[in-house]
């Protein structure tokens, strides 16, 4: 059962513009969730998280939001770059249970020139 | 991704082999998770093991996988008699306290192909 779900398999934006990556999940005990960016032939790299008690964090182009009674956040890049293309992994765990990240499918990002 | 190693980077066997995937965690770090990804798919976790402790194996088929992290030497995830459902991505990565688990490191992963 797919517990964090990426709706969107790609996404292709133009340079300069923003990116929003969306995912859901279904699980109501998660309460930390992060983004991990991966290239082809390289492992996943942490990009950026939120806490459940919050609703917003940003880190230079990137804020994640997060909306916990529609359990949805999303992943916005602003202004969006080629170097930021790759494939974008929403992930989360309930920190009273287990160890283990739930990872979507990913959704992959390709910037335009 | 710098520091945490896997080898190979490929692999191939032929259905009924054994397969041994290795994974030497960055310096220091001493927790370590398995995850497969399939085509298609997301990350699915496998294990997380500390040294010589296994912690949490929920995510490991019943059969034919086992997962090891020594006191010395890589963490070992090896595979039994492989079908060509196992082919798949294999990544392990690497953290050093529990609390802190976002920072995950992972390494780049061993792509297993089955014949």
């Known amino acids: 059962d797919q517990q964090v779900k990426q709706n969107s398999p790609s996404l292709s934006v133009q340079e300069g513009r923003i990116s929003i990556l969306n995912c859901d999940y279904t699980?109501?005990?998660?309460?930390?969730f992060l983004w991990y960016k991966k290239y082809p032939a390289e492992g996943p790299t942490f990009l950026i998280s939120i806490s459940s008690i919050k609703d917003k964090n940003e880190d230079g182009r990137f804020t994640v939001f997060l909306n916990k009674s529609a359990k949805h956040l999303s992943l916005h890049i602003v202004p969006s770059q080629p170097g930021d293309s790759a494939v974008y992994f929403c992930?989360?765990?309930?920190?009273?249970?287990?160890?283990?990240?739930?990872f979507g499918k990913g959704t992959s990002l390709l910037v335009t020139p | 991704n710098a520091g945490v190693m896997q080898n190979p980077r490929h692999l191939v066997r032929r259905r009924g082999q054994e397969a041994r995937l290795r994974c030497s965690p960055m310096?220091?770090?001493?927790?370590v998770y398995w995850y497969r990804q399939l085509p298609e798919e997301g990350l699915k976790f496998m294990v997380y093991?500390?040294?010589?402790?296994?912690?949490?194996e929920s995510g490991m088929p019943k059969e034919r996988f086992s997962a090891e992290f020594p006191k010395e030497g890589p963490s070992i995830l090896r595979i039994q008699q492989v079908v060509r459902g196992d082919s798949a991505a294999y990544f392990c990565?690497?953290?050093?306290?529990?609390?802190?688990?976002?920072?995950?490191?992972f390494g780049s992963g061993t792509q297993l192909s089955v014949l």
């Open positions: 699980n109501s005990m998660f309460d930390y």
């Open positions: 310096k220091g770090h001493s927790h």
């Open positions: 992930a989360a765990r309930n920190s009273n249970s287990g160890y283990a990240l739930n």
């Open positions: 093991l500390q040294k010589e402790n296994i912690i949490d």
């Open positions: 990565a690497s953290f050093d306290r529990v609390a802190t688990n976002e920072k995950l490191f």
